[in-house]
């Protein structure tokens, strides 16, 4: 939805025009899958799917939120009430944001709100982050809060794990706040220091697909939690803060010292290799291949399946299909258990590939995927 509209509809609800008209993009993680909760290396990229909020301030210590995507009218809030895990619904991740910079000292006295997005929930396309991001920047803008993008995120990921209750990383949120057009974000989740590495697929005559498989997954669920604890448990047997600190070359070692714990070498040796391909994948870009990362891509698939166990029939079914239509690579992105896939691919062959993952869907019986483009989009900007 455009920003004239949502301005409209916020007079509309309001019965004044918004004081402004924010919009933060969803995003596909490239490459460092499950790393960013180890310390590690991710490389996602923005949609150019993204929330869209107009916003006015006040100054009764009200917060009013609407979402065109959500059945129900205005929900009102008082600040001084908001408290953490209290609200269940979709307004506890923009209530969150308000409640963490509050928290966090900064002057919020109340706001108006009304949103619309484009990110599809529960894709793995981070419409959560979105969501939190659009309103951070419009409330540090507003608020004249002169908070950086890197610290916008911090609040937003705290909004999201405290007041929300769900444990995700960073990446999300710094995707959304800080990718830059034609460009991939390369993050380190320790430091937070990002290079925006060039990556522009229509003038290579490339594509890339967004393949949503329709399977939902509650991405706080139990699995998710297992991984992350399983994680925490290697870096502690391994004596280091976080398994980004094994290195590459000495992985082999580590899994040597790990003994019989099946379990954990598994998640270890996933996200010690995940960071490698990172690397890896930005070298290749930076050297101007990106047809190279590929077979990086598919790498990455077989250890998030074999090592790492968070894929399911439905994203192995993309991967293999397209890989066997001539994609150049192919991987499930996001948290796992459903979501999307991505497929690399020259720009000629997106039908054929496109027809052979549909047909590929109806003959295992599997609900139709949703397919798009991904152009490598802006992150959160003003708009009005
Ligand atoms: P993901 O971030 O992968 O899309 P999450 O479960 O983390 O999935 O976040 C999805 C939730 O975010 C939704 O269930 C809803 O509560 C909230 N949300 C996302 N987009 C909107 C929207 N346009 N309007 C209201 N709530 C939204
Ligand atoms: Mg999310």
Redesign the pocket.
């Known amino acids: 939805m455009g920003a004239q509209q949502v301005a409209e509809r916020f007079a509309e609800l309001y019965g004044a025009e918004p004081e402004g008209v924010w919009a933060a993009p ?1 995003r596909v993680n490239l490459i460092g899958e499950h790393t960013d909760y180890n310390d590690g290396f991710v490389m996602p990229f923005a949609l150019p799917h993204q ?1 869209v909020a107009a916003v006015s301030r006040r100054d009764d210590g009200v917060l009013r939120l609407h ?4 059945e129900g009218g205005v929900v009102e809030l008082r600040l001084d009430a908001l408290a953490p895990q209290t609200d269940r ?2 307004t ?2 923009p209530a969150g944001v308000v409640w963490a910079l509050r928290e966090a000292g900064h002057e919020v006295t109340g706001a108006d709100v009304h ?3 484009t ?13 939190e991001v659009v309103i951070a920047l419009a409330l540090n803008d507003l608020y004249d809060l002169g908070l950086q993008r890197w610290k916008l995120a911090r609040l937003c990921q705290r909004a999201e794990n405290v007041y929300v209750g ?1 444990p ?1 990383g960073i990446m ?1 949120q710094t995707a959304s706040a800080c990718c830059e057009q034609g460009h991939a974000l390369f993050l380190d989740t320790r430091d937070l220091s990002q290079q925006q590495i060039p990556f522009d697929l229509v003038a290579e005559g490339l594509r890339l697909l967004v393949v949503d498989t329709q399977v939902k997954h ?3 669920g139990g699995e998710y939690g297992k991984r992350r604890a399983g994680c925490e448990k290697g870096a502690a047997l391994l004596g280091v803060d976080a398994l980004r600190d094994i290195p590459y070359d000495g992985l082999d070692a580590a899994l040597a010292r790990l003994g019989d714990e099946e379990e954990v070498i598994r998640l270890v040796r996933h996200v010690v290799t995940e960071d490698e391909r990172v690397e890896r994948t930005v070298a290749l870009l930076r050297a101007g291949d990106i047809r190279a990362i590929g077979p990086v891509l598919t790498e990455g698939h077989a250890s998030l399946r074999d090592d790492f166990r968070i894929s399911c029939p439905e994203l192995d079914l993309v991967v293999d299909t397209a890989l066997a239509a001539g994609a150049l690579g192919a991987r499930m992105t ?2 796992g258990f459903g ?1 999307s896939a991505i497929v690399l691919a020259e720009a000629a062959d997106v039908d054929t590939l496109t027809k052979a993952v549909e047909e590929a869907f109806a003959a295992a019986d599997f609900k139709t995927p949703r397919v798009f483009e991904a152009v490598p989009s802006a992150g959160a900007r003003r708009l009005v």
């Open positions: 969803g929330a979402s065109e995507d959500v619904e979709w506890a991740y949103l619309s997005s990110v599809p929930t529960g894709a793995g396309l981070s419409s959560s982050a979105a969501l769900a995700t999300d509650a991405h706080s996001g948290g979501g």
